[in-house]
């Protein structure tokens, strides 16, 4: 990659070209995940009231670090391109995570959308 990008130019490209990730693409993963039950959880979410506002915030960072990675490989390959494109901009670029801020706050947007619709469909039946 020889020219520096910018971010609009970034953003652009991720508009016209991004695939959507739906939840079906990562549900039986997630699902998967959380068959470990309560050991998705620290134990301190015991003490409180387990419900959709608060449940992520006591998932334990490995059980966390889990469903990231389901989406982002969910993400990832649905839109190569836009993989590659990160890559080569983070790699060359001392911006490049500013530049490809859209991309990352799609997965971020992506995960915690995922995460309380499996709350809605597995999580709150364990109560």
């Keep these: 990659m020889g020219q520096k990008i910018d971010k609009e130019v970034f953003d652009k490209f991720f508009t016209e070209s991004y ?13 998967r995940i959380a068959q470990a039950g309560n050991d998705i959880f620290t134990g301190s979410y015991e003490a409180r009231n387990l419900n959709r506002d608060n449940f992520i915030l006591y998932l334990t960072s ?10 982002q490989e969910a993400m990832d390959d649905l839109n190569p391109e836009i993989l590659d ?7 060359a670029q001392a911006d490049g995570d ?3 801020e859209k991309y990352w706050d ?3 947007e992506l995960l915690h959308t995922f995460l309380l619709q499996l709350y809605d469909t597995v999580i709150c039946g364990w109560k």
């Design 19 to 31: 695939c959507p990730v739906d939840y079906e693409t990562v549900r039986e993963e997630f699902e």
């Design 62 to 71: 490995g059980s966390y670090c889990d469903f990231e990675a389901a989406v």
């Design 85 to 91: 494109a990160v890559m080569d901009v983070t790699e």
């Design 98 to 100: 500013a530049v490809t």
């Design 106 to 108: 799609m997965q971020r």
